[in-house]
């Protein structure tokens, strides 16, 4: 099923009001720069559906040649976007070539406030540790996962061509060799270790807390308690 970044803000928006009727405090865990952006109302996004057509003649070009076309279309989404991810490209070019789409704000958090946690550590320390879950998951079953999405008809979805899969994919049609196959995808983790970070940067009000610190965690509990109490 379709689900975009328009659909996870509103569902997200839905669930943090039952939590409020509950009396009780969200915690947002997780999610890529966008999408936090999406939903806590930093990003205006359009309420519209994919062109499928559309989209298969774009997933043909290439990386440059999609990066052109939305400068061309609208320079200012394009500097808001991971221009290294083709799959964030094709939907923003889709949302700028779609007659007739419409921005539909989601309702407001009413001002409220948002206390935002980072969690970062020096580059190499970082990427150490996206290098071990790699090593991890390649001998724990992710070929066999991507087999089974193949066999079921996932081979030419979006799906697979995201981080990590489109790689194991390349691997397994025998494009690439097992050690090739996974430097790559340790290189593209790298990559997207880095565009995060970039990304993120722009954020203002973050607290920073490094992971490689033992104290890290509580750290972290400390800031939170400290907000809470106010």
Known sequence: NYFSAYDFAGYGLGK??????AEKTTFIAGGTGFYIDA???NAQIKASKPDFELR????NLTLEELQKKLTSLNLGTYKKLDHKNPMRLIRAIEKELTENTTTTPLPSFDNKKFVYI??????SYLY???????ESVWMNGLIGE????????????PQLRGLVYKTVLAFIKGELSETEAIQRTKYDLHSYIRRQQTWFKKMSGIAWFDIAEKTFSQNVFNHVESYLRR
């Not at 150490?128 to 790699?134: H, R, S």
């Not at 991507?146 to 030419?156: A, F, M, N």
């Open 118 to 123: 980072g969690l970062t550590a020096e580059r």
């Open 146 to 157: 991507v087999q089974k999405l193949i066999e079921i008809g996932y081979e030419h979805t």
């Open 56 to 59: 298969k003649m774009l997933e």
């Open 128 to 134: 150490n540790k996206a290098d071990l879950w790699l």
């Open 16 to 21: 943090i009001r039952e939590i409020e009727r």
């Open 39 to 41: 939903l806590t109302g």
